[in-house]
């Protein structure tokens, strides 16, 4: 089993993030989304750029995770302004993004990302932690809901050229 730290990334990170941003996205979705929307998809959302105005904007947190072994990173988290289209409530904020690598899935890595991402919500004041997900990702789905997660709303999003339907979850802080 891998050992893995976390920390909060500063923009000199974005390259690392992107980089298991892409590859994690890569291995949740081949097979079930297009290889161009997929490669669209992370041009628009998940470039050294966006992860650098995260890391840098003083109202979001971007965490990484490294490999206890050479800091390759494994996995991160974004928590920014709410990008949803359900009613902000005062005090919300969004996971935007979670995701490991599969040489950590098992791992703990994902309880302890979200432990993390709900600390660091607290800590800012936060009251209630919304996400959006692919409404056909079960995997994530049951992840959440075991994290106290509940269906919010629904939405359509975006991947390269194709629309899919997503499921918003929220929780409690």
Known sequence: MIEW?????SPEDAPAVALVAGASFLEAFAGVLAGAD??????????????????HDPLSVVTLAEHSDGAAPVGYTVLTAPDLPIAAAPGDIELRRIYT???????????????????????????????GVYAGN???RAF??????????????????????????????
């Open 5 to 9: 730290r976390l920390r909060r990334a």
């Open 38 to 55: 997929i490669i669209a998809h992370l041009a628009r959302n998940s470039s050294i750029g966006c992860f650098a105005a995260w890391a």
């Open 101 to 131: 690598l599969q040489l950590a899935h098992g791992t703990g890595l994902g309880p302890a990302l979200m432990a993390r991402a709900v600390a660091d919500a607290g800590a800012a004041g936060h009251r209630r932690l919304l996400l």
């Open 138 to 140: 079960a995997r994530a």
């Open 144 to 173: 959440y809901e075991r994290q106290g997660f509940a269906v919010a709303g629904t939405r359509q999003y975006r991947v390269g050229e194709t629309l899919h339907d997503d499921l918003i979850y929220a929780r409690p802080l």
